[in-house]
């Protein structure tokens, strides 16, 4: 199973990275030790190239990114989902306060999360226990009415066992059809008398 995530280095790390993998006999190189480790917290940590160490955070993209990779040049095969990315920045650069990139990877999706997506509502807490409880009381008996014990919040076992009895619907007096066509009230055995 494959692991991805996007390395987001500053310039000067990249020429070096860059070289470090284009070399065939990477050992002739000054830069030999190629680490990443993080701290306890998962998301601060060190990127270490030859001598030199980098603080880098794990970000979190605002959306997936596929990752394809082809054997041909002709057809593509999909290999992964990435929804994060290391951030490697230089020693004296300020470090991020969130854990989430606002901006995506190509430029139109710059300030994505505000620009693309929906704000999560503000909910009331209370509303959302109400409707809970709701739908507790509809799970239970089938109705959505509220009984005077739950609103004095005695939920002992013997009032969640019994259930409400639901109470008949009246059904409105709806016109005879007869009595609107004039006719009288036929069955289905007047039906048969006149076939005889």
């Known amino acids: 199973m494959e692991e991805q995530f996007v390395l987001r280095v500053p310039p000067s790390v990249a ?5 470090l993998l284009n ?5 002739s190189s000054g830069d030999k030790e190629l680490d990443l480790s993080f701290s306890e917290d998962g998301r601060n940590g060190t990127f270490v190239i030859g001598n030199d160490r980098f603080p880098a955070s794990l970000l979190d993209l605002p959306s997936v990114v ?6 041909d040049d002709s057809v593509l095969i999909k290999t992964d989902d990435i929804g ?3 951030v490697v920045r230089e020693e004296g650069d300020p470090t991020l306060d969130s854990i989430e990139y606002r901006h995506g990877l190509t430029p139109p999706m ?5 620009r693309r997506f929906r704000r999560e509502p ?11 409880r709701d739908l507790w009381n509809i799970m239970r008996s089938g109705t959505a009415e509220v009984t005077p014990q739950e609103e004095d919040g005695d939920y002992s076992a013997r009032n969640v066992s019994k259930k409400l009895e639901p109470k008949p619907v009246a059904k409105p007096h709806a016109p005879d059809s007869a009595a609107m ?3 009288a009230e036929r069955s289905d055995s007047d039906d048969s008398e006149d076939s005889i």
Do not use: H
Request: overall charge negative.
């Open 23 to 27: 070399e065939e006999d990477p050992t």
């Open 110 to 114: 710059r300030d994505a999360r505000r």
């Open 84 to 86: 994060q990315m290391i």
């Open 15 to 19: 020429e070096r990275l860059e070289r």
């Open 122 to 132: 503000d909910l009331n807490p209370e509303v959302v226990q109400r409707v809970e």
């Open 66 to 71: 596929e990752s394809y990779k082809t054997y």
């Open 181 to 183: 066509t004039g006719e």
